[in-house]
């Protein structure tokens, strides 16, 4: 196992070949601003909540909204989350990054509520082998693809494998903090991973796009 | 150490190589297999693809209103509902103290009275038990025979009372009391005045004895 430093994913990031900008991420202060929010949230401070909602109400809307597909529910949603955080504050530990935190607050509420209404949409494969190089010779296929073509295929993927893509490619986490966030083994998150880049060139290759 | 990972275990890590939150060995590594493998180098177009295509489409999110103050209210509410929770949990402790159910009022009966009882018998079973004496000597009980409340002289020495009690076969039961009494026991029964009255003739004229008497 590879040791892993942690590279604080809401800071520009100078090695990212990728070059994405995130804008949620850019707003806020930083991850020691945060985390003395997060403090002055434990005592009751108002002020602090107001910052952090602030700073986060973006991102972790759009996270939302795109995991449940409804606005209004999404908003329900959001303000669970928040509550959450406001009540959850005091047990913070800090072994996490605050947004790592919060986004694994967001995710879980939002599963639970899509348990209740799409059951047989929220259990997705776990585990299974990842051995097939077939499926990587095709991307020779669709990386031509244009950027609309993959923005379609990604609007037509399964829900948790675009929170996977979109934790990575969006919210910048690495894939340890993906794990803590959707509470699960960081063998699962490269497996979901793995999926949702198959189902992707899937969906890309067989041109179902409208 | 040179780590070796295989092509399926390094495309693994493509995606978090393409959002830079890799550990800079992992980054080496991926770099390093990069330069040699097609199908990865396809991938991580693809993948840069999908970012851009990731960030146009959180984007398209629709700007909904969301309102602070309505939260903070929500906050609010589970907090005062949390403190009055609290409260009614403290009240409802205190009437079910003041006002218990009936099973718990006969338990508590059955105790009292089991612990009544048992404080009873143990007093009883107190009072019942003989007396001891403790004396200089030790604790032992009495023999039942005559006694004699005697005076030593103030300059008599332990060894001198030694003598006279061994002489009489007598022990101090008793004493001594503030005006320096003791209570002598003979081992001879109260009955036999005559025999008593000797011991006591013979005492009174030891000098080392102030004052002797037979107890009645």
Redesign the interface.
């Known amino acids: 196992m ?4 942690h ?1 604080p ?1 809401i800071e520009a ?6 070059g ?3 804008e949620g991420a850019q707003v806020n202060a930083g991850v020691d601003s945060e985390l003395e929010w997060i403090w002055k949230i434990a005592q009751g401070d ?1 002020s602090a ?2 910052q952090l ?2 700073a986060y ?1 973006k991102r972790l ?2 996270y939302l ?2 995991l449940v597909g409804k ?1 209004d529910v ?2 329900e949603l ?2 669970d989350v ?2 959450g955080v ?2 959850g504050a005091g047990r913070f530990k800090g072994n996490s990054k605050v947004s790592t935190w919060i986004f694994g607050i967001a995710h879980f509420r939002a599963i639970s509520s899509l348990r209740r209404t799409h059951p047989d949409e929220v259990e997705i494969e776990d585990a299974g082998p ?2 097939d ?1 077939h499926e ?2 095709e ?2 296929l ?2 031509e ?1 244009t ?1 609309e073509e ?2 379609r295929a ?2 037509k993927l399964n829900r948790q494998h675009r929170a996977v ?2 934790l ?3 919210q ?4 340890p ?1 993906i794990a803590t966030i959707l509470g699960c083994p960081v063998n699962t998150v ?1 497996t979901r ?2 999926y949702a ?1 198959k189902e ?2 899937d969906l890309l290759a067989q041109g179902t796009l409208p | 150490m040179k780590i070796e990972l295989s092509h399926e275990d390094l495309s693994q890590f493509l995606p978090w190589y393409a959002n830079g939150t890799l550990s800079l060995e992992e980054y080496a590594l991926v770099e390093e297999h990069l330069k040699t493998c097609g199908a990865c180098q396809d991938a991580l177009q693809l993948l840069r693809n999908v970012g851009v295509a990731m960030t146009e489409l959180a984007e398209e999110a629709p700007m909904v209103k969301l309102s602070f103050d309505k939260i903070w209210a929500a906050a609010e509410n589970s907090e005062t509902s949390k403190r009055a929770a609290r409260r009614r949990s403290f009240a409802d402790w205190l009437d079910a103290i003041w006002n218990p159910p009936p099973q718990i009022t006969r338990l508590v009966f059955v105790i009292q009275l089991a612990l009544i009882l048992g404080l009873g018998i143990y007093s009883y079973t107190l009072r019942r038990e003989t007396p001891t004496y403790t004396t200089l000597s030790g604790t032992e009980e009495s023999t039942g025979g005559a006694r004699l409340t005697i005076n030593f002289a103030t300059n008599t020495t332990v060894e001198q009372m030694s003598q006279i009690l061994s002489s009489i076969g007598g022990r101090i039961v008793s004493g001594p009391s503030p005006l320096g009494m003791y209570v002598i026991e003979l081992p001879v029964k109260p009955e036999k005045g005559t025999e008593i009255q000797s011991v006591v003739d013979k005492l009174r004229t030891n000098g080392a004895i102030r004052f002797v008497e037979r107890q009645p």
């Open positions: 590879l040791e892993r430093k590279t994913a990031n100078p090695r990212s070949p990728c994405l900008s995130v108002r909540f107001e909602y602030h109400q809307f759009g909204y795109r606005s999404a908003e959001m303000n928040m509550v406001w009540k990842i051995a190089t990587l010779q991307n020779a669709i990386r693809s950027r993959v923005r990604l609007a893509i979109e990575t490619f969006y910048e986490f690495s894939y903090e490269k991973m793995f880049r992707l060139r």
